[in-house]
C-alpha cells in the first residue's frame, strides 16, 4: 500500500526527532492527490517540528517518487477532537484532561493516567467534597469515545 511505503520515508525523520506517527493517509484533494501525515508527541510540537518534518520527508518524497503526478503534503498535530485508542495515545498524553463520552451519551471528565493494557485505562475523577478524588479503570469497549479536553478549573486558576 502507498501509504505504508510513505510512513517507512517518513520513519526515520520521526524517529530522530523522537515522535510518534499516527496517520498517514492520500485522498484527493481538488486538482491534486492530499498526503496528510499527522504527528504526535509527549507534551505537544511546534511549528519548527512540524516544519522540519514536512521538508524532511518532501526531500525523501521528491528523491524516491512513490506518489505519480501532483500532490499537496500537510503534515499537523492530531487536535483535541482525535480520539484516543491505543495504548501508546493513553500513555502520550498521559497527566492531560480527557472527556470520556459512554454509548448512552453520557460523559465524564477526569485526568488521564495513561493505559491499563490495550483495552483499557485509568481516568482520575472528582468525586465531590466527601469522596474527593477516586480512580476508575475504564475499558474502551464500554466507551464511544476519549478526546482530549480543557479543564476550565485549572484554567481559571491559572489566570489569577
Known sequence: MLEEKIEALLKPITDELGVDVIKVSL???????????????AGGLDSDVLTSISRALALQLDAEDPIKGVYRLEVSTPGLDWPLQTKADFDR???????????????QEGRNLGAVDDGSFTLLVDGGKRVGEQERVV??????????AINWKEVSRGMK
Do not use: M, N
Open 93 to 107: 498524553h498521559a497527566d492531560e484532561w480527557v472527556k470520556v463520552v459512554f454509548p448512552d451519551g453520557s460523559s
Open 139 to 148: 475499558a474502551l469497549a464500554d466507551v464511544s469515545k476519549v478526546i482530549r
Open 27 to 41: 485522498g484527493s484533494g481538488g486538482h491534486s492527490q492530499l498526503l496528510r501525515v499527522t504527528v504526535d508527541k
